[in-house]
């Protein structure tokens, strides 16, 4: 268990689900309950309070956790983030193909994060081309063993599916690992980006 408990590197920025610490830090933690309900949970059309609650929230430290717990939660109403209910929409409904780089490397650092599939599908493809045991990769994501296998399973299939056909002479392929760190960060990544950018593979080997 040594290889799976002991970490030295330094403690990601990242919050796991249980953290809830990030709240204490929030602009809007002292403010009065009936402001919060004003400001936070406006009527549809009071745009003086929408304004004011993101003047709040675009100057607050925890903006991004906000923002997160509200997606990882499935919280739908309100402001979260600087966002609205309409504004949050397209990110819940593509919450599942969420792909944020700095969530996989947490989970790496031994976070327990709230992955999304495609998150979930980076930290096992490339746990399983570092040669994580399923045991490990069990472990990381708080997951069954049978599971964690079935995953490692899918992983090795889709290595070797990239491997085989990578030397078809596809430069699109090819094009899209150099711009893969220009584009959102929330956007789904093939496999070819996902363990082929050599920035990300070195990041990332730092973390495993």
């Known amino acids: 268990m040594r290889h799976i408990t002991t970490n030295s590197t330094p403690t990601p920025t990242i919050r796991g689900i249980a953290d809830h610490s990030w709240q204490a830090r929030g602009m809007c933690r002292n403010l009065p309950p009936?402001?919060?309900?004003?400001?936070?949970?406006?009527?549809?059309?009071?745009?003086?309070?929408i304004g004011e609650a993101k003047s709040i929230c675009g100057q607050c430290p925890v903006k991004k956790a906000c923002f997160d717990y509200a997606l990882d939660n499935e919280i739908r109403q309100g402001i979260w983030g600087g966002l609205t209910e309409a504004e949050r929409r397209?990110?819940?409904?593509?919450?599942?193909?969420?792909?944020?780089y700095s969530r996989v490397k947490a989970a790496f650092q031994g976070r327990d994060i709230h992955l999304s599939d495609a998150e979930r599908e980076a930290v096992t493809r490339h746990a399983y081309v570092r040669g994580w045991s399923p045991e490990r990769l069990a472990f990381t994501l708080r997951l069954d063993l049978d599971w964690a296998r079935d995953l490692m399973r899918n992983a090795a299939h889709a290595v070797?599916?990239?491997?085989?056909?990578w030397d078809q002479g596809d430069e699109t392929a090819v094009a899209d690992d150099e711009t893969a760190e220009d584009e959102d960060v929330v956007s789904p990544?093939?496999?070819?980006?996902?363990?082929?950018?050599?920035s990300l593979i070195a990041a990332l080997r730092k973390a495993a």
């Open 34 to 49: 009936k402001v919060i309900d004003r400001l936070f949970f406006p009527a549809a059309r009071a745009r003086a309070a």
């Open 90 to 100: 397209p990110w819940h409904r593509k919450v599942n193909k969420r792909l944020d």
């Open 160 to 165: 070797a599916d990239r491997d085989r056909y």
């Open 189 to 198: 990544v093939q496999v070819p980006r996902q363990v082929q950018t050599h």
